[in-house]
């Protein structure tokens, strides 16, 4: 299945009840898949907006009504999104907003890039607010990464991002879908669906007392506090007795595994960190590898975002080296392997037969 | 004795914020006399704009969302789609309906979502101070056209239920005002044929409403009401613009043209 239409598959076995997209490459399939399978289905909504402005603004609208929904886009559209995501992080509303992101800045490419990592990292839009952000690397993930996806955005009441690439989305892989579609969508009991029986609701930001939205501020930084502790996540690979550790998520992480496959034939003692939340980041983790390993290479397909975040946890107690191809140039393993290699005799973590 | 008139039960007993003769406190009335009347109080959802307005739902006793500036029709048809049973309105000035969400207004009224619009035209963005809004009359003075707004530079006055009324998804939309008690009777019949255009599932409806605004006008109440009958309707002309309630059906087989 192609990844694009595993996330349409896994989000509509995850009770996705509301879907809206507006096209842009390289995550059309996407949306073709919820104009198939999505908008015939009992109870549910398909709608192809007239912008990806007014998508994120009617996946907000469904929130409210206390749906599971969903958007998707990719780079230049996410950046629309902006608006409509601070708006739901603010009013504490769940959302999955899916970025099959390409190369940028400006109209960029249709190739896959990894160069979105600050915007969806550090919010992204206006205010001060966190999104989840997911980093799922094979196709499999990106259907299991959905599920989890939905499942955290009603825990946390947060809007949850799935960061893939154009690589990812267009991949056709084997995969295994472990739930099936509930037979009844869930209903948030705090939804918006007229005052019948109770007092009337209010859902809004805009206050003219700047004590209550310090008030707001704080009651949504604790909730990142815990999820912080609760929900970050990563896959090691090979760092037990890794000399050099490289970092890297996404597509990025699949062509340093290869990599790292045949370094380790050659016989170097090199292992990968993948975090699979970019936030929250895992700096715990990576902070515990430094008593371990001797050197980490940051590898991204951008010039180094996420390195800023590597470097937090290091926190200089180890050198750290980055290799980054921008502007939706896809690295191949034997690349990075160049890479590694050079990086390893350099760096004299040749360790004696 | 008999009580010939009363606080409307939807409507929050709550002091008006609004300035001295502005139209908004006249409409919320009007809004909460039709909720009463229809018996939907307890099934409407308002999405409020940035504006003077954003503080409808301290009077308005009903389900309520902020929107994003423009977004409001987006954010109704979200609702509505999630949950149909709903009666969704926008309640929207002219700078957010007309400007900044033109966009979202006219396909959303092309999609024929089943959402009603609220659409005040006061001729200028009132809340930020005065500036010039797409609905500002030619001519006229205002913070961002200080000389005047010269169509030239600033473009026409824009007549946005015309426009929307050439979409087929749209089956109601009439022009009233605020400004006279005959008007205000006249609007609040428009607003109920909205919300029974809703009812009826037939598409979308809208009712723009001139409406005074005294305090960014520089004029006193009475004038403004003046203003608005002497000039304003000059420009936009009071009436029903699109009535397809009668000849479009709910199952599409009909077009509302």
Redesign the interface.
């Known amino acids: 299945m192609y990844g694009n239409a595993a996330i349409g598959e896994a989000a509509i076995r995850a009770g996705c ?2 879907y ?1 997209g507006y096209p842009i490459t390289p995550q059309n399939e996407l949306t073709e898949y919820m104009a198939t399978n999505l908008s015939r289905r009992k109870g549910c ?1 398909f ?1 192809q ?3 990806e ?3 994120i ?11 599971r ?1 969903m958007t998707s886009s990719s780079s230049p559209g996410i950046s629309l999104k902006q ?2 995501i601070s ?1 739901l992080a603010a ?1 504490e509303l769940p959302a999955v907003i899916v970025n099959i992101s390409r190369g940028g800045p400006g109209l960029g490419s249709i190739s896959a890039a990894q160069s979105d990592y600050f915007q969806s990292t550090r919010g992204g839009g206006h205010g001060d607010y966190r999104t989840i952000v997911l980093a799922p690397s094979s196709v499999q993930e990106l259907a299991d990464l959905t599920h989890r996806a939905f499942d955290l955005a009603d825990r946390y009441r947060i809007p949850v991002i799935i960061l893939g690439d154009g690589m990812l989305g267009q991949m056709m892989e084997p995969l295994e879908f472990k739930y099936d579609a509930p037979s009844e969508l869930p209903v948030r009991s705090d ?7 109770r007092p ?7 206050t003219s007392r700047p004590t209550e939205l310090e008030e707001l501020n704080w009651s949504l930084f604790r909730r990142y506090r815990l999820i912080e502790k609760e929900e970050t996540t990563y896959e090691i690979y090979l760092v037990e007795d890794a000399e050099l550790v490289v970092v890297a998520f996404g597509a990025a992480a699949r062509i340093a595994k290869g990599a790292i496959r045949n370094a380790r034939a050659n016989g170097l003692k090199v292992g990968m960190f993948r975090p699979i939340t970019l936030w929250p980041f895992p700096y715990e983790k990576i902070s515990e590898l430094t008593q371990t390993t001797k050197h980490f290479l940051v590898f991204e397909m951008n010039m180094g975002q996420m390195i800023e975040d590597v470097k937090l946890a290091v926190e200089g107690k180890r050198e750290i080296s980055f290799y980054g191809r921008p502007g939706g140039v896809i690295p191949t393993p034997s690349e990075v392997l160049r890479v590694i290699t050079r990086l390893y005799y350099q760096k004299g973590l040749k360790t004696e037969k | 004795m008999k009580k010939v008139y009363r606080r409307p039960k939807s409507l929050k007993r709550a002091a008006f914020h609004y300035c001295p003769g502005c139209g908004h406190s006249i409409v919320h009335r009007l809004l909460t006399e039709v909720f009463d009347e229809m018996n939907i109080q307890d099934k409407v959802i308002g999405i409020p704009p940035p504006g003077c307005s954003v503080f409808a739902y301290h009077y308005l006793d009903i389900d309520m969302a902020e929107s994003a500036h423009g977004r409001g029709a987006a954010v109704a048809t979200g609702l509505k789609r999630a949950y149909p049973d709903a009666l969704v309105f926008t309640y929207q000035g002219d700078g957010d309906l007309a400007a900044i969400g033109t966009a979202e207004t006219i396909h959303a009224a092309n999609r024929g979502e089943r959402i009603t619009s609220i659409f005040i035209n006061n001729a200028v963005y009132g809340m930020t101070g005065g500036q010039m809004a797409p609905t500002t009359l030619s001519n006229m003075k205002t913070t961002t056209t200080p000389y005047g707004r010269d169509t030239r530079l600033e473009g026409y006055p824009v007549r946005m239920s015309e426009m929307v009324a050439l979409v087929k998804g749209a089956v109601y939309i009439e022009r009233t005002a605020v400004n006279s008690p005959a008007n205000i009777k006249k609007t609040k019949k428009a607003i109920r044929k909205a919300f029974q255009a809703q009812i009826d599932d037939l598409g979308y409806s809208l009712v723009e409403i001139l409406s005074p605004c005294p305090t960014n006008w520089k004029m006193n109440p009475l004038e403004s009401w003046q203003w608005v009958e002497n000039e304003m309707t000059k420009e936009f002309p009071l009436g029903l613009i699109k009535d397809a309630t009668r000849t479009k059906d709910s199952t599409g087989k009909r077009d509302a043209d």
Do not use: D, H, P
């Open positions: 009840q509301c809206f909504s709608v907006a007239e912008s402005v007014s998508a603004n009617m996946v907000y609208g469904a929130s409210l009504a206390g749906v929904t608006e409509g708006y009013c939804a918006l669906r007229g005052a019948k029986g009337s609701r209010i859902v809004k930001t805009f």
